[in-house]
């Protein structure tokens, strides 16, 4: 791992019985200016009670549930197990 790099550390373990877990990771700064950015217009202009916290949830439950949906989606349209399917017709990924 590039030493630039961090592995993302979780604040405590995550434990079935909570529906959140703290997340702890390094940004670029200017993914961090971008955000705070939004935070600021919210802030002023739409919604006052605005954090970090919000704006970083929105991003990363939109991108999990475009993940998921994904995930989803392959699942039900591909076949049982294709690579068994391709051995019997004498086929090799």
């Given at each position: 791992m590039?030493?630039?790099?961090q592995?993302?550390a979780?604040?405590?373990?995550?434990n079935p019985?909570?529906?959140?877990?703290d997340?702890?990771?390094?940004?670029?700064?200017?993914?961090?200016d971008v955000?705070?950015a939004?935070v600021n217009?919210?802030?002023r202009?739409?919604?006052?009670?605005?954090s970090?916290?919000?704006?970083i949830?929105?991003?990363?439950?939109?991108?999990?549930?475009?993940?998921?949906h994904?995930?989803?989606m392959?699942?039900?349209l591909?076949?049982?197990n294709?690579?068994?399917q391709?051995?019997?017709?004498?086929r090799?990924?």
């Amino acid at each position: 791992m590039p030493l630039n790099e961090q592995q993302t550390a979780y604040a405590r373990g995550r434990n079935p019985e909570l529906e959140r877990t703290d997340l702890r990771a390094s940004v670029r700064k200017f993914t961090m200016d971008v955000i705070d950015a939004e935070v600021n217009y919210r802030t002023r202009h739409t919604d006052p009670s605005a954090s970090r916290n919000l704006v970083i949830n929105e991003i990363l439950e939109a991108w999990a549930l475009a993940q998921w949906h994904r995930a989803t989606m392959t699942v039900a349209l591909a076949p049982s197990n294709p690579l068994v399917q391709d051995s019997q017709e004498q086929r090799h990924v």
